[in-house]
């Protein structure tokens, strides 16, 4: 189930956006009306979206944006195959999804190693160590999303072997949470700011998090159906610049970036505050891919199930829009 989020022309109010305003600048022609999916609703990355629209910057580019949120990578990517969503925002695992046939693909990155994902416990868990979770149940929100491959890697890491954990995808936050506090969960993979929050809140705490676990990897990256790809590759080009334009605002403009996200988010503004310099050192500023993550992406869908053949790296993103870097 998807919700839609109303786009807005107004420019936004408040601390940071006066100059930003000039991004939106009245264009003499209709704009090009997008539809563009989020996997998640909890990710910093990913509220960029919505911060775009705010500030102008898709607009400058003559582009109407309507927000789609999803509860994972796998709906995500469904609603690429059903023509549902024009552009999309998820995982790097989630390049997978071409090799399995859905018209999609990766055309920049968005964010580099994990730094913004966690392993979450409740308070009263008897899980005191990642060593803990050997065997136990660990809850994402769908297969073959980001969470998932993490949640997989952590247990080969390990040396845990295939079914060294039980990987259940149960949707969003407030499912996983409900399963951990019933016991059917032992743990869940989440954003930082879902785990910062739940410690503020006495819900929870963060057992570990995943930034050095995976150095080299695309967390998230940028998506287009198949079809703008083949017939108007100008109209991805304008979309990127638009993304990274507000991409470099969120990283000069810390006070409004905050507010905006922790809005989007749904969570307090100091839980944000607290995870931006982790959340801005892993977002991409020009969507250049890196060859090792995409091989590591790659050589890992089938090792941890995602896939039943590993696709070849070049099948798993579209030349011409973004960098290759060794």
Known sequence: MKTHLATTRRAFVGAGFG??????APRAFAADKLRVGKA????????????????????????????????????????FAANGV?????SGPGMGYAGKGVPAHAVAALASEPRNMALVVTNNSTVKSIDDLKGKRIGVTTAGALTDWLA????????????????????????RLAAMRSG??????????????LQANGEGKVLATFGDAVPDFHTHVIFAADSIIQKNPDLVKRFL????????????????????VAKTMNVPEKVVDAAYDEEIR??????????????????????????DVAPEASQMY?????????
């Open 19 to 24: 100059a930003a305003a000039l991004f939106a």
């Open 40 to 79: 998640i609703s909890s990710s910093f990355p990913f509220a960029g979206l919505d911060l775009g629209v705010q500030i102008g910057t898709f607009a400058s580019e003559g582009l109407d944006v309507e927000i789609s949120t999803f509860q994972g990578d796998g709906r995500l990517q469904q609603a």
């Open 86 to 90: 024009d552009f999309g925002v998820g």
């Open 152 to 175: 997989r890697r952590l247990a080969a890491s390990k040396g845990w072997g295939g079914d060294g954990v039980e990987v259940v995808p149960l949707g969003d936050m407030r499912s």
């Open 184 to 197: 059917e969960l032992q743990a869940s993979v989440n954003s930082i700011e879902e785990g910062l929050n």
């Open 241 to 260: 610049r638009a993304w990274f334009r507000t991409a470099a605002f969120m990283r000069d403009n810390r006070a409004a970036t905050v507010a905006s």
């Open 282 to 307: 892993m977002l991409s500023q020009d969507g250049a891919f890196s060859a090792k993550a995409i091989e590591v992406i790659r050589s890992s869908l089938k090792d941890l199930g995602i896939i």
């Open 318 to 326: 579209a030349p011409g829009f973004a960098q290759m870097k060794p």
